[in-house]
């Protein structure tokens, strides 16, 4: 299932749980994918490809972020704790990145493996 359509799934689930901050947040999305399609010169009933619908969501989480920096800059906090909820959504549809260990341990095998073929 695409993401795109995985997420236009959620507005009922949304709606059923009277999750407001969820539902602003994923129709916030299909229409962000609504006018990336629209922008890549596609019909607006079409759905995105994942790598696109995640370039939208990255796009999305961003604008959060700047949000809260600048709302927190301005002593908004009742303003930043509705953007830090909309990010947390926001980024359950982002892949899970690797944290610090994990890319420790792919680089001491890189590097290993180099000394070896390097021998």
Known sequence: MLL??????EVKQAMLEKNQVKLSVVRGLLAAFTNELITLKHKPDEKLADEDALKV???EAKKRKDSI????????????????????YVETYLPALMNHEEIKKVVEAKMAELSVSSK
């Open 4 to 9: 795109h359509e995985q997420i236009k799934g």
């Open 57 to 59: 969501i990255r796009r």
């Open 69 to 88: 920096e600048q709302f927190t800059t301005a002593g908004r906090s009742d303003l930043v704790e509705s953007e830090v909820a909309e990010l947390a």
